[in-house]
């Protein structure tokens, strides 16, 4: 039994190795904003300062509505009113990629690894499992 319980952690632990490695944001969108970024004036639509000090804007070109979330420090919530003017980048040829942020502030921020939150509950919930069985095992057979 303890065998296979040890199994079943070692293969959780390496599936959990391959999943997270396959969980990279290339960002290849800002690559391309950066190369063909246009400004345009989007205006603060919402805020809520007690979530996370929360801004939101949005802007409209060619007809169509686009929103989109200010990064956290970059407008102060507090003094943002609804209404007041944001330079937004976007790119032509796909205008639903956008940010209050310089491109290639953009594009660092979203490259690299994360940890997508899917992750926690299928690959990290089940190790604790297979741990507290681990040491309860243990410790029965310390006790016998």
């Known amino acids: 039994m303890l065998s296979v319980i040890r199994l079943v ?17 290339a960002a290849s969108e800002y690559e391309a904003l950066i190369r063909n970024a246009e400004t345009i004036e989007a205006h603060i639509s919402s805020k809520n300062c007690r979530n996370h000090a929360a801004v ?5 070109l060619d007809g169509k509505s686009h929103h989109g979330s200010v990064p956290w420090g970059l407008v102060s919530c507090e003094s943002a009113q609804i209404g007041d003017p ?55 057979k310390h006790k016998r």
Request: with cysteine; charged share 10%; glycine share 4%.
């Open 9 to 25: 952690a070692a293969v959780s632990t390496f599936a959990s190795v391959l999943l997270l490695a396959g969980c990279y944001n």
């Open 56 to 60: 939101a804007y949005k802007f409209t």
């Open 86 to 140: 944001l330079k937004v980048y976007y790119d032509p040829q796909h205008p639903e990629v956008h940010t209050p942020l310089a491109p290639a502030d953009a594009y660092r921020m979203a490259k690299g690894y994360y940890f997508p939150d899917w992750a926690f509950a299928l690959l990290v919930i089940p190790l604790v499992v297979v741990g507290q069985i681990l040491i309860t095992l243990k410790a029965a």
